[in-house]
């Protein structure tokens, strides 16, 4: 705020004036000033066109600054404070601001403004309310002073008649309040002046004068004559267009005429009917007449009606054009959102001319909405646009936290950014809890796989040991029976992938090779084994063992084809085919050595699987 020492009413005060803003204008920008239009305010102020002050009028001007000194003076005393008059300006976002104060205390925190008395104004103030044709003033007052507080009085410049309120800024009028100058800046550019238009005195149409009257027997009457020149008029009136004020008032005076002739012609048919009563020729012809005007003003009365609404709907066709393009001008900058999806934008242009006249004041109806629609715009776009650039910069990878977005940016930038930041900290929060859950979550199933796997992995290692074991014994001994059993041992073992994994194929490795050289340790063994029976035979030495391991028959000790089917068969038939003792000799589970390989023998030429295998040897352990 800046102080400028220059007298209030001065030449200089008044171009100071027309270069600012000033605060006694602020109502007439908003549009709700009783004394002054929006477009009147700029007409005054990019053309020069000034209000003329007539002398009543600036009696009463003088009037209030009488009684404001003598007030000041009253509230000096009663508030023990200086109330200077001063002149400041400031700049508000390029448009320069200026207030006339009446008063402004020492220390720069109040302002006293003064009214002179109005009965519905004191009772207002009373009552701690103001319209808002005042408090507009006191919003701008407030903002270039930089004040906390306007003191407002209304009185006659006595104590009798007084009364105050103390009035603080509203911080949702004030931003209404800048965004309304900013608005009336931007419309003064584009602002043409309209050739104003003369008071709209209305031009009669003369209507022939109707006469008649009753001279003995007969009618006299220039009816037929006025007849056939209110036709003419009638169709040419009938047929006019209606654009102008002027021309609105010419036809609605019209009306009124022919309403008027109406009257009076039915006056006269009804005089002349009392005083004869033979009157059928002058009956029908007064009868056309009023037929010819009735129609000629239900004419009128309608096209006056149809034209004023015509002219209304182009008007506010035009505003609604205008904001049209001004909507596609600020969508491009709020892009790829639209100031439809923010705000619900809905102008009550109809409801702007209740009341109004004149075309003249059918526009200014209008534009005073549309520059009020369109301050109301630009404040919502003065939020949006920072919030947007806020929210691209710090919430890009979080577009799925914000789908409210086009509500959201429509508040201040503090309580915006609060909203984002908290939900992408609570998102992150959520998150890290996730991944946490989700980390604990394969930290145990790996632990579960690791220990799956050692365990295996030990099987493993144990059913490798075993077959390395098997494989010594075998290896260490030279007794068919030690190695047979050590063949059937390792051949029950199985080397399963599903226990050795990985290491499968070295697994197989070792146990084909510990199977081979078992197998081939055993079958040696065997054939040593029968060799040295043989030689025991030939030199009839005692039997190592108790049979030769191949083709024993009942008491002479060797199993042929026969005992083997008939085993293989059932029980019962190997009952009758072994009758005799069984031969006593060196045994492995009570059968005789080498008669299981020659089982297993039989038993894998003949398909039989290892349970069936098995289940013999049970049958032989009984005779055995």
């Known amino acids: 705020m800046q102080l400028v020492k220059v007298e209030q009413g001065t030449k200089e005060w008044h171009e100071l004036r027309a270069k600012n803003m000033t605060a006694s204008d602020a109502s007439a920008m908003m ?44 509230i000096e005393i009663d508030l023990i404070e200086t109330f200077a008059p001063v002149v400041c300006v400031t700049d508000v976002d390029g448009v320069g601001l200026l207030a006339s104060l009446d008063g402004l205390s020492e220390d720069g925190k109040t302002i006293f403004e003064h009214k002179l008395w109005n009965a519905t104004l004191a009772e207002n103030v009373s009552n701690n309310v103001l319209e808002e044709s005042h408090y507009w003033q006191l919003e701008h007052q407030l903002l270039v002073a930089e004040a906390d507080a306007v003191l407002f009085v209304v009185s006659d410049g006595t104590r009798d008649k007084r009364e105050m309120m103390y009035y603080g800024s509203a911080p949702e009028r004030r931003e209404k309040l800048i965004a309304g100058w900013k608005q009336f800046a931007e419309d003064m550019v584009t602002f043409e002046m309209e050739a104003k238009q003369e008071l709209v005195i209305a031009d009669s149409v003369q209507l022939p004068v109707i006469t008649c009257s009753v001279n003995g027997s007969q009618i006299v009457t220039n009816l037929d004559s006025c007849l056939v020149q209110i036709k ?75 034209a004023k609404e015509d002219k209304k709907l182009a008007i506010i066709n035009d505003a609604r054009l205008n904001l049209q393009q001004y909507i596609f001008g600020i969508n491009d900058k709020i892009a ?40 109301e715009i630009n404040q919502v776009v003065e939020r949006v646009i920072p919030n947007l650039e806020f929210l691209r910069e710090n919430a890009s990878e979080y577009k799925f936290l914000f789908m409210d977005a ?35 979550q394969i930290q145990a199933e790996e632990e579960a796989k690791a220990k799956a796997k050692a365990i295996l992995s030990a099987k493993a290692e144990m059913l490798i040991q075993s077959w390395k ?31 050795f994994l990985d ?9 084909d090779d510990c199977y081979t050289q078992i197998n081939s340790h055993h079958s040696k063994v065997v054939s040593k084994h029968n060799e ?53 000799s060196k045994k492995q589970n009570n059968i005789p050595i080498g008669l299981l390989d020659d089982l297993a023998e039989w038993s894998n030429r003949n398909g039989l699987t290892l349970m069936q295998t098995e289940q013999l040897e049970n049958i032989l352990n009984k005779y055995f």
């Not at 503090?414 to 996730?434: G, L, S």
């Not at 290491?503 to 146990?511: G, H, R, T």
């Open 232 to 306: 003419e008029i009638a169709q040419i009136e009938m047929s006019r267009e209606l654009s102008t004020d002027q021309d609105f008032a010419n036809k609605d005076q019209l009306n009124k005429d022919v309403k008027k002739v109406r009257a009076e012609l039915k006056d006269r048919v009804a005089k002349v009917k009392g005083e004869f009563v033979s009157y059928s020729e002058f009956e029908a012809l007064a009868s056309e007449l009023d037929s010819v005007l009735q129609k000629m003003q239900s004419h009128g009365e309608k096209q006056v009606k149809d």
């Open 31 to 74: 549009g709700v000033s009783k004394y002054k239009s929006r477009n009147q305010l700029l007409q005054e102020k990019k053309f020069g066109v000034k209000e003329v002050i007539t002398p009543a009028k600036q009696a009463l001007f003088n009037k209030g600054h009488e009684t404001e000194a003598q007030q000041r003076d009253l």
């Open 532 to 584: 040295t029976l043989e030689a025991q035979k030939k030199s009839k030495q005692p039997e190592v063992s108790s049979a030769p391991v191949t083709g024993k028959i009942m008491n002479e000790g060797y199993f042929k084809e026969p005992e083997f089917k008939a085993l293989g068969d059932s029980e019962e038939s190997f009952k009758e085919q072994f009758q005799t003792d069984p031969v006593q």
């Open 469 to 499: 074991d098997l494989l010594e014994v075998a290896l260490n001994s030279d007794d068919p029976i030690v190695t047979g059993g050590v063949c059937k041992q390792i051949g029950m073992s199985n080397c399963d992938k599903n226990i």
């Open 406 to 440: 086009r509500t959201l940016v429509n508040q201040e930038a503090e309580p915006f950014k609060a909203v984002v930041t908290m939900r992408i900290t609570e998102h992150k929060q959520q998150e890290a809890i996730k991944l946490e859950e989700q980390r604990k």
């Open 503 to 511: 290491d499968f194929d070295n697994a197989l490795s070792i146990y």
């Open 336 to 375: 790829p959102m639209s100031i439809h999806d923010i705000i619900n934008i809905n102008p009550d242009f109809a409801g702007a001319m209740k009341s109004k006249r004149t075309i003249e004041s059918l526009h200014g109806g209008v534009d005073d909405v549309l520059a009020a629609c369109k301050v």
